[in-house]
């Protein structure tokens, strides 16, 4: 059973900037593409940014794109979220995902994605 455990959440003032981490239990963590996902209350749970196995391919919602950055350091098993520019409008909880079907594609819908952390709370204030 993999296990996905987030970090790094918190309250930031619109502008500023948080990294998310998440570190996987699985050991074979390079053979999957791992997702970002956000979900703010009464919304549905959006994708954020993707990234390939190799870490060699990177997709963005096109609200984050310019300010968000995936990336992944396989020897730690670990995947981050560096977002910059926040806006009021990024609070959601946050989280991530592993998709066991594919490591040279990112899928966008939540649905492809079989083991999830538990979610972190970013808060951005005006």
């Known amino acids: 059973q993999v296990q996905l455990l987030e970090s790094g959440g918190g309250l930031v003032q619109a502008g500023g900037s948080l990294r998310l981490s998440c570190a996987a239990s699985?050991?074979?963590?390079?053979?999957?593409?791992m997702g970002w996902f956000r979900q703010a209350p009464g919304k549905e749970r959006d994708f954020v940014a993707g990234?390939?196995?190799?870490?060699?391919?990177?997709y963005y919602a096109d609200s984050v794109k310019g300010r968000f950055t995936i990336s992944r350091d396989n020897a730690e098993n670990t995947v981050y979220l560096q977002m910059n520019s926040l806006k009021p409008e990024d609070t959601a909880v946050y989280y991530c995902?592993?998709?066991?079907?594919?490591?040279?594609?990112?899928?966008?819908?939540?649905?492809?994605?079989?083991?999830w952390g538990q979610g972190t709370q970013v808060t951005v204030s005006s």
């Open positions: 995902a592993l998709d066991p079907d594919r490591w040279w594609e990112v899928e966008r819908t939540a649905g492809s994605y079989d083991y």
């Open positions: 699985e050991r074979t963590f390079s053979s999957y593409a």
């Open positions: 990234i390939t196995g190799s870490g060699g391919r990177t």
